[in-house]
C-alpha cells in the first residue's frame, strides 16, 4: 500500500493554510488541485508549495467542478505509483488527526473503501443533517447494502485499481453529485465498505460552495441515472488481480 493526500480547493484560501498544516506531520505527499480558484487563493497556494516540498499544486484553468478536482487527483496519484488515496476538504471541516486511522483501516483492508462516519454536533445545518439521512437510505436501496453510514462525507480513503477502472469504463458526474456515485459505483462493483467514525465541524462563517436547490438536483439525478443504469455498467470489476464478488 503506497498512499498520498488530496484536497480539491475552490476558493478556500483562508481556511487551506491550516489545513495544510494540521497535515505536515503525516509525512505524506499531498496533490491540492485548485478547481480555477482566484488570484488570492492561487497566491496561498503558491506560498504554501514553496514551504511544504511534499505538496504539489495542480491548477485546473478553470472551475470544472468537485468531481473533476478529485477525478484529476486520481489520476495524477495513480502516475505516480500510488495505491490509495486519502480525501479531505480544504474548508476546515474535516479533522486532519484522523487521517492515521483511516489509513489504518486502508492497511487492515486495502481493497475497501474506507468512508468517514460524521459525528456531528450543533453546527450543522438542519437541511444538511436530514438529507444525508435521505441519501444513506436511498444508497442503501441502490446497493442492498447497509454498510454506507453516510454516502456524502468527503473524507474517505479511496483504493485507485477498483476506482480508477470504473472510471474509465462510465462517465460520472463531475460536481457534488460525485462523492456519492463513487459509493454506489464501488459497492456495486464488490467492493467493500469500511467505516470510521470522524468529528465533522460546520463553523461560523465558513464558506460552502454546495448550493442547496442546484446541487441537490444533481444528486438526485444521479441517484434516478444511476437507479436506471445498464447492468453490464454495475457488472463486478477485477480487484488487485482477481475479479470482486
Excluded at 38 to 57: F, I, Q
Excluded at 155 to 175: E, I, K, N, Y
Excluded at 215 to 238: K, Q
Aim: with cysteine.
Amino acid at each position: 500500500m503506497k498512499a498520498c493526500l488530496a484536497i480539491p480547493i475552490y476558493d478556500h484560501g483562508e481556511t487551506v493554510g491550516a489545513v495544510v498544516g494540521s497535515l505536515a506531520s503525516m509525512e505524506l505527499p499531498c496533490i491540492v488541485v485548485d478547481d480555477g480558484c482566484g488570484r488570492s487563493t492561487r497566491a496561498v497556494l503558491e506560498r504554501l508549495e514553496a514551504r511544504h516540498p511534499w505538496l504539489d499544486v495542480i491548477h485546473h484553468p478553470e472551475n470544472r467542478g468537485r468531481g473533476a478536482a478529485l477525478k484529476t487527483a486520481y489520476r495524477t496519484a495513480a502516475r505516480r505509483g500510488m495505491t490509495h488515496v486519502v480525501q479531505l476538504d480544504a474548508d476546515g471541516q474535516h479533522n486532519a488527526e484522523d487521517v492515521p486511522d483511516f489509513l489504518a483501516a486502508a492497511r487492515a483492508r486495502p481493497e475497501a473503501l474506507v468512508l468517514g462516519e460524521p459525528i456531528f454536533d450543533a453546527s450543522i445545518p438542519w437541511h444538511r443533517k436530514h438529507g444525508r439521512k435521505l441519501s444513506k437510505a436511498i444508497v442503501w436501496a441502490q446497493t442492498g447494502s447497509t454498510a454506507v453510514r453516510d454516502p456524502l462525507c468527503g473524507f474517505r480513503c479511496v483504493p485507485l485499481s477498483p476506482t480508477l477502472a470504473l472510471l474509465d469504463r462510465v462517465r460520472w458526474g463531475d460536481r457534488m453529485e460525485f462523492d456519492p456515485e463513487l459509493v454506489i459505483r464501488l459497492v456495486r462493483a464488490g467492493v467493500p465498505v469500511v467505516g470510521v467514525p470522524t468529528a465533522v465541524l460546520y463553523p461560523e462563517g465558513g464558506i460552502s460552495h454546495f448550493q442547496i436547490v442546484r446541487d441537490n438536483l444533481r444528486i438526485a439525478g444521479s441517484y434516478v441515472r444511476l437507479a436506471f443504469e445498464a447492468p453490464w455498467r454495475t457488472a463486478p470489476i477485477a480487484i488487485d488481480g482477481r475479479t470482486s464478488p
